[in-house]
């Protein structure tokens, strides 16, 4: 949890100080006693002060305050070499409001050879999760299965996609449903803590959200959730990123990186280096030779492999999870508060 409340010191008074008796206390003290009879009591006015008091703000932090957990996200995506001039077959959305949503979906290219476009499905997809995360079920629930669900159903365009969303609730929780193989990590202190399995029929066929009644459906998503801490950094990416290049390499450009934007295109760079790479030992071609996909047995006898690359759309999306400080409400305007708190996490957002 990241509530914290603020409260002044305490503080207390200190004992009266202890005076010597005089020869003359009897006299002084019948004399005090007979004024206080004999006349009203009278209050020296406070001289001016040089430097009047400052008026707090409603916000002070002296009053009750909490943290929020919000995400600062970079963004990038390099389409397959010869998909360029369509712009690929990859889509996305991120947006960083009332704590911060991403997701990715990847156009399945089979669908090319039925004459349909692979990528009219995947952005229309990503264009209705986009919109209707101002429904007001989302914005209660902040459940990316339900998103999942209301944008598919809204898709009217033919074809499928492997799609994840990523949604962070204010209290540092980072919701997620994916069907498929597009993939996201959690790295914290430069250790990748969390990551998410692939979900598939067989290698190289990932589940799909589909225009087909035969697809998979927001049910079929791996949902699940994991406890973020500030400072942690997600990765999170299409097949395009993670056939491409190892954990070991994420870590390092995380840690070489000066922002979320940055790591982002050197992330997808160094996959698209690699995917062009038909002597790099791939995390692709190893899994395919661990499924029992390899060069002809002629080939192996002379000491040949199955190795390289993997051409492919590269979606990457970076993001750090940061905490803004902000104040309760004790009984104020509540739209006054709800505007700071935009503005704040708009603020940290912008800072990269």
């Known amino acids: 949890m990241w509530p914290v409340c603020l409260h002044p010191s305490a503080t207390t008074s200190p004992p009266p100080r202890a005076f010597a008796a005089s020869d003359r206390s009897e006299e002084i003290a019948?004399?005090?006693?007979?004024?206080?009879?004999?006349?009203?009591?009278?209050?020296?006015?406070?001289?001016?002060?040089?430097?009047?008091?400052?008026?707090?703000?409603?916000?002070?932090?002296?009053r009750a305050a909490k943290l929020e957990a919000v995400l600062s996200i970079g963004t990038h995506l390099i389409p397959h070499?010869?998909?360029?001039?369509?712009?690929?077959?990859?889509?996305?959305?991120?947006?960083?409001?009332?704590?911060?949503?991403?997701?990715?979906?990847?156009?399945?290219?089979?669908?090319?050879?039925?004459?349909?476009?692979?990528?009219?499905?995947?952005?229309?997809?990503?264009?209705?999760s986009s919109n209707f995360l101002n429904n007001e079920e989302l914005q209660v629930s902040r459940d990316p299965q339900i998103?999942?669900?209301?944008?598919?159903?809204?898709?009217?365009?033919?074809?499928?996609?492997?799609?994840?969303?990523?949604?962070?609730?204010?209290?540092?929780?980072?919701?997620?449903?994916?069907?498929?193989?597009?993939?996201?990590k959690v790295i914290r202190k430069g250790q990748v803590m969390f990551s998410i399995s692939p979900q598939e029929h067989y290698f190289d066929c990932p589940y799909q959200i589909s225009s087909e009644a035969v697809g998979q459906t927001y049910q079929d998503a791996l949902v699940c959730s994991v406890n973020l801490m500030e400072g942690d950094i997600i990765v999170s990416g299409s097949d395009g990123l993670f056939d491409n290049i190892f954990d070991q390499e994420i870590v390092s450009i995380i840690s070489e990186s000066p922002g979320v934007h940055e790591a982002a295109k050197a992330l997808a760079e160094l996959a698209r280096k690699h995917s062009v790479d038909v002597t790099f030992d791939s995390p692709y071609s190893m899994e395919a030779r661990s499924r029992g996909f390899d060069v002809p047995w002629w080939k192996k006898i002379l000491g040949a492999k199955l190795i390289g690359g993997k051409m492919d759309d590269i979606t990457v999306i970076v993001a750090q999870v940061k905490t803004v400080v902000v104040p309760e409400d004790e009984g104020g305007d509540t739209e006054e508060q709800k505007g700071n708190e935009q503005g704040a996490a708009a603020v940290v957002v912008s800072a990269e």
């Open 81 to 128: 070499p010869r998909k360029a001039a369509s712009g690929g077959e990859d889509a996305f959305f991120a947006n960083s409001d009332a704590g911060g949503v991403f997701a990715i979906a990847d156009g399945v290219s089979g669908w090319a050879e039925k004459d349909v476009n692979p990528a009219l499905f995947s952005r229309e997809l990503m264009r209705n």
């Open 147 to 184: 998103l999942l669900r209301k944008a598919h159903a809204a898709t009217s365009s033919i074809g499928s996609a492997t799609v994840i969303i990523a949604m962070l609730e204010k209290t540092g929780t980072l919701k997620i449903a994916s069907v498929g193989d597009c993939g996201l």
């Open 30 to 62: 019948m004399a005090a006693s007979t004024a206080s009879r004999l006349s009203p009591p009278r209050f020296r006015a406070p001289s001016p002060s040089l430097h009047p008091p400052i008026r707090r703000s409603r916000f002070s932090p002296i």
